[in-house]
């Protein structure tokens, strides 16, 4: 793609005035091509070797990415789409918050580009493993494929809330959000 990131910008905002998210859903553009363009682990966007330096122009291109059935990552208007390499998740989610107790209990994360979620049937906890460390991976669903990891320091967090409940004879560990068990982990 030989277009700058400020010009692919702009149009992307004429396509999405519109108030809320666009409708990734409904737009299958043939794709355009591969665009050098990678999300780190760490959650910055660099493009052709340098950062995104505009933290809107990020907080943009992450209404219109998708991860697709391939399990790539792609920004997708209705008439482009352009593929992308992403290391880990695309977002990160951090500064952990609880509302309520026990049952009652809505957990919310907010992202790297401002969003904020609660952890429900829209938008799944899950704790996975790095099959190269073992380590946990917990993740966040945000919306069309994408997911945002919990940073260590929201994961500890979360942690201190975990509760433990019996499941066919097993213990196993997890948190409460919107009236449901999340599992973060069980014994042995």
Do not use: C
């Not at 509302?99 to 919310?108: A, F, P, S």
């Amino acid at each position: 793609m030989n277009k700058n990131p400020e010009t692919f910008a702009k149009e992307v905002e004429e396509t999405v005035k519109k108030p809320g998210l666009p409708p990734l859903d409904q737009w299958h553009p043939e794709l355009s091509g591969d665009m050098d363009m990678v999300i780190r682990r760490n959650g910055q966007w660099i493009f052709k070797g340098d950062p995104l330096g505009r933290e809107a122009i990020v907080r943009l291109f992450s209404t219109i990415l998708r991860r697709e059935e391939d399990g790539e990552f792609y920004l997708v208007t209705p008439v482009e789409k352009w593929r992308i390499q992403v290391e880990d998740t695309p977002l990160l989610a951090h500064s952990l918050e609880a509302d309520g107790t026990g049952d009652d209990q809505v957990l919310i994360l907010t992202t790297n580009v401002g969003e904020t979620l609660e952890i429900s049937d829209e938008h799944p906890l899950e704790v996975g493993q790095y099959p190269d460390s073992g380590e946990p991976r917990p993740v966040i669903k945000v919306r069309h494929g994408v997911e945002a990891r919990i940073v260590t320091a929201a994961f500890y967090e979360l942690a201190d809330l975990v509760v433990e409940k019996e499941d066919a004879g097993e213990t196993v560990y997890g948190v409460m959000s919107h009236g449901k068990f999340w599992k973060v982990g069980q014994s042995g």
